[in-house]
């Protein structure tokens, strides 16, 4: 699996700690590179400032990686041309941010890059690189865990498979003109 961390998160727990935390990157890497032995798999972190190496990177996930957990931080709001790298990678990929976005300055409650992620996570602190990374490999290794076990890695059983929550039942309003549903026994 392949983790970018977009511009500034180089400063992690120098800048901003009331909102970024005070862990640093050093430590947002280390505690991912736990978990991937844990779960039996391979990470790769990368950091950088640019955009241009972002986005290079992201093309070289198309032959090398099975899926991307990507922090852009400020690029998550402008950068159509990482949106467009993401879609470009055919890759799943897993848009995280340490801090909840919503609960900030209204520009940033707008993600270019969420739209074409298998999801997002935000708001847990370092937390949100991990829960990226199970979430990526939940989805990822399913096909590997159905295998026969004299085909599966011996670690791959110890990876939890998260559950496809039940569909909602839409609301019907009265006078609505939608028919009746059986119901299900």
């Not at 992690?12 to 844990?38: H, K, N, S």
């Not at 939940?138 to 990876?159: H, K, N």
Request: charged residues 20%; positive net charge; aromatic residues 4%.
């Amino acid at each position: 699996m392949l983790v970018l961390h977009g511009p500034n998160l180089n400063l992690l727990g120098l800048r901003e700690p009331e909102i970024y935390g005070r862990d640093t990157l050093a430590d947002v890497d280390a505690a991912l590179e736990q978990l991937a032995d844990e779960l039996g798999i391979e990470v790769a972190c990368r950091q950088s400032n640019h955009e241009g190496e972002l986005i290079d990177w992201l093309h070289e996930a198309r032959e090398r990686f099975d899926g991307v957990v990507i922090n852009p931080a400020g690029f998550t709001h402008t950068s159509v041309a990482l949106r467009d790298a993401i879609v470009a990678s055919e890759k799943p990929c897993i848009e995280v941010h340490l801090s909840n976005v919503h609960k900030r300055e209204v520009f940033r409650h707008t993600s270019l890059t969420a739209a074409v992620c298998v999801g997002t996570v935000m708001g847990f602190g370092l937390q949100s690189y991990l829960l990226g990374l199970r979430a990526i490999a939940s989805r990822l290794l399913p096909a590997t865990l159905a295998a026969p076990a004299t085909a599966r890695p011996a670690t791959a059983a110890a990876i939890p498979v998260l559950p496809t929550p039940p569909a909602r039942a839409s609301r019907r309003t009265r006078g609505s003109r939608q028919p009746k549903r059986p119901r299900r026994t």
